[in-house]
């Protein structure tokens, strides 16, 4: 009878804190995290409706935010103020030199117990076009600075600088167990648009795929600017955001059946051979949905240049030193 006691104050305790997990001190209004789904990186090596056949297992009105290219202060300090605020746990996809750069702003991501993954060590453009050891030791070099840093190794989580894949080099990724992230949804934020056009065309894309990756960099201003209004609408109506970790040895893998990783969107973009192709698909959008000319579209500029341009590393850091 005891022992029964003990049991139901144990579940009382557990309902308490899934309670107080689930609110935000001092922001009633937050967003918040509505779940955490655990991956394990050698089942899922790469994700992404962008460029892959499988995503994430959302469901439908779920978001996962995911940000590159920093740290760089005082922009991520700003983006993690924002994710404090509203209780909203992400991914950093971290670069190494920045990361030894600015240890303080990993630590602090660290602390906010959100996941960090790798970018490389100096986020090079020509990742693609070297053979697999030279790019593999740009990624060994980008995991070992925030290693160093944050004094265990990141999440196996990484991200291809300017998402320029090849079959290669995923193929290397995957062996080394590491889970290539792309995205399900972009938001031109690399480009030369507003907060106010960020902040459009990511919402006009999640809500065109309903559930997804959302790729953004917490080393623009004009980022830093929209994800409040952004987080903001995207809980009026009704989306939430999920946090991914990866599978330890502790914390088991979220039970999901296959089809739950294929994605929805899939068959409505090209499965493309390189990310140009699918910048293509994805920055052609009519008028109608951007609110103007897309000033990034493929119209205006060969596909070739229309890949993603996250600025290089060095190049943001000379402008922002601090
Ligand atoms: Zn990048």
Request: without cysteine; glycine residues 4%; proline residues 12%.
């Given at each position: 009878m005891q022992s029964l006691k003990s049991a139901i104050?144990?579940?009382a305790v557990l309902m308490a804190g899934a309670a107080a997990a689930s609110e935000c001190p001092g922001n009633p209004n937050a967003i918040g995290t509505s779940r955490t789904i655990v991956v394990d990186p050698i089942e899922h090596s790469q994700l992404g409706s962008l460029q892959y056949r499988e995503s994430l297992p959302l469901e439908d009105h779920e978001?996962?935010?995911t940000f590159d290219d920093g740290p760089l202060p005082?922009?991520?300090n700003?983006?993690?103020d924002t994710l404090a605020h509203e209780c909203v746990k992400a991914t950093f996809f971290l670069v190494g030199e920045m990361a030894t750069n600015y240890p303080d702003v990993v630590r602090r991501i660290e602390a906010a117990g959100h996941t960090i993954g790798?970018?490389?060590q100096s986020h090079p453009f020509w990742f693609h076009t070297v053979p697999v050891a030279k790019a593999d030791e740009e990624v060994a070099k980008g995991i070992a600075s925030v290693t160093s840093v944050l004094g265990g190794p990141p999440a196996p989580f990484f991200r291809v600088p300017?998402?320029?894949r090849t079959d290669t080099m995923e193929r290397h990724l995957a062996a080394e167990n590491l889970m290539t992230w792309s995205a399900d949804f972009l938001a031109d934020d690399w480009t030369n648009i507003g907060a106010a056009q960020v902040y459009a065309r990511a919402l006009r894309r999640i809500e065109a795929n309903r559930k997804g990756i959302l790729l953004l960099h917490d080393i623009q201003a004009r980022t830093t600017e929209a994800l409040p209004h952004l987080?903001?609408?995207l809980k009026r109506r009704g989306y939430h955001i999920v946090h991914v970790v990866p599978a330890t040895?502790?914390?088991?893998k979220t039970t999901t059946v296959p089809s739950q990783w294929i994605s929805a969107s899939h068959a409505r973009q090209i499965q493309p051979a390189s990310f140009a192709d699918t910048n293509a698909a994805v920055l052609a959008l009519p008028e109608s949905e951007t609110g103007q000319a897309s000033p990034a579209a493929p119209s205006a500029e060969p596909l070739g240049n229309a890949a993603p341009r996250c600025p290089p590393a060095k190049q943001e850091r000379q402008s922002n030193a601090v």
């Open positions: 104050v144990a579940v978001v996962v935010l005082p922009k991520t700003h983006v993690l790798t970018h490389t300017g998402l320029r987080l903001h609408e040895p502790d914390r088991p």
